[in-house]
């Protein structure tokens, strides 16, 4: 009987750690598309990408930090998709493939490294080949993240775009900068450090208004740091 009432003990334990696990997930997705969606509704209905790029007021206390990935193996060979083509209705950048419910920022990354910056092209890549480029853990339902990039590829008027400038950097690694404001910033054009380096702080502040900001950003600051982490590789 005491070796049962263990068994039991650790089977529900078992479970209370995968419900937990799953709750933590749902509650942090729905957090960050809802507060994308009220920043948008603040801001007069303007969106980037996706995501809204008005009325931001993220705590910076909350806001995801990414680390740097190990640069992909030498002999590995990136993916292109055979039908993706430039589209110049939808704009020669990537998309945030993050957007997709169980790509986090380290798959997209590893996407980003292989050649698949839209959703459009991640919707023509096959399931093997997304395990082999992200390598996701098995529970990963692949299927689910085609077809979510399908989806909004078509609800974006993304379909049949695709990326061919330089392989963005996680301007989130910057101090002050969000998802939200890394959104509009591709949408003018700055998707890497040293393309951030090299713009100034009046521009900042253009694509970047103040009346949509809840309080003053050091622009400065963020050129600075780009310049370091241009340095540093």
Same mark, same amino acid.
């Not at 039991?8 to 479970?15: I, T």
């Not at 990136?78 to 110049?88: D, R, T």
């Not at 998802?179 to 450090?193: D, H, K, P, R, S």
């Given at each position: 009987m005491a070796g049962l009432s263990v068994l039991?003990?650790?089977?529900?334990?078992?479970?209370m750690g995968?419900?937990?696990?799953?709750?933590?997930?749902?509650?942090?997705?729905?957090?960050?598309?809802?507060?994308?969606d009220a920043a948008g509704r603040s801001a007069g209905g303007q969106s980037v990408g996706g995501q809204s790029a008005g009325g931001q007021s993220v705590d910076s206390a909350v806001q995801r930090r990414r680390l740097p990935l190990p640069h992909p193996a030498a002999d590995y060979q990136?993916?292109?998709?055979?039908?993706?083509?430039?589209?110049?209705a939808s704009g020669n950048r990537p998309d945030a493939l993050s957007d997709i419910r169980g790509i986090g920022d380290v798959?997209?990354?590893?996407?980003?490294?292989?050649g698949i910056f839209t959703w459009h092209e991640l919707s023509l890549v096959d399931e093997e080949t997304l395990r082999a480029v992200t390598k996701a853990l098995p529970t990963s339902n692949l299927v689910s993240w085609i077809e979510q990039a399908r989806q909004l590829a078509a609800e974006s008027g993304r379909i049949g775009a695709a990326y061919t400038g330089p392989l963005p950097s996680d301007l989130t690694r910057i101090q002050g900068i969000d998802?939200?404001?890394?959104?509009? +910033?591709?949408? %003018?054009?700055?998707?890497?450090?040293a393309q951030l380096a090299q713009t100034t702080a009046p521009k900042l502040a253009a694509i970047l208004p103040a009346?949509? +900001?809840?309080? %003053?950003?050091n622009f400065a600051a963020w050129i600075a740091e780009a310049r370091e982490l241009q340095a540093k590789g």
């Open positions: 039991w003990y650790v089977g529900a334990g078992f479970l995968w419900v937990i696990s799953t709750l933590t997930e749902w509650l942090w997705f729905r957090r960050r598309h809802l507060g994308t990136p993916y292109v998709g055979a039908s993706a083509q430039p589209s110049a798959y997209e990354q590893r996407l980003y490294e292989a998802q939200v404001f890394e959104q509009e +910033l591709v949408q %003018a054009g700055i998707l890497t450090f009346h949509r +900001l809840d309080d %003053a950003i």
